[in-house]
């Protein structure tokens, strides 16, 4: 069975920028997943950073931005604030409407 | 506005049935799949499934598949989990979230969520 890996934890100064990944324990993260990245606070409902691999969900500020680098897609914080501080989720398209979540990163901003 | 609007929290026994709810307001609600996802406490995002509201095409995870039945009622804009014998591990958050979704290329786009569902099973 896939799995889709994240880092578990990153920490990030504040205004600085931080990048996080989502790879597959087998092979490469390629654009035909139609990666998504969410943000969730404790007790909160997940919500929509990016979708389609590189598309800003509306209302999402420009220093959220995604990428594929090298083998797996990667989303970047630029000038990180305090109130990112959150869980970070991937999930791909595997296909047959079959969706995989990563297993979340956990990311400190201080 | 765009909203999903989960049910309450529930608290329920082992082995009791359980279906909880999902109503969508703001848009068409046949033009978009319902998707479900369970997080346990303290634990990731885990997806269950889908639904199409439209003609109740539904995908399951291949770990939900058997565990639960989803469900869509249209004429009420409302989309259902139900579970016909619950168990200690359905203990959980789950959250409905809206899906744009091309099913031939795999394209989606979830961009609306619930507030979640509290679910929790003891003796």
Redesign the interface.
Known sequence: ?TVVTQEPAFSVSPGGTVTLTCGLSSGSVAT???T?W?Q?TPG?????LI??TYTR??GVPDRFSASILGNKAALTITGAQADDES?Y?C?L?M??????????TKLTVL | EVQLVQSGAEVKKPGESLKISCKGSGYSFTRYWIGWVRQMPGKGLEWMGIIHPGDSDTRYSRSFQGQVTMTADKSISTAYVQWSSLKASDTGMYFCARIEMAPITGYFNMDVWGKGTTVIVSS
């Open positions: 069975q035909s997943y139609y998504s969410f969730q909160q409902a997940p919500r929509a979708y389609n969900s509306s869980d989720y999930v398209n296909g047959s409407g079959n969706w995989v979540f990563g297993g979340g």
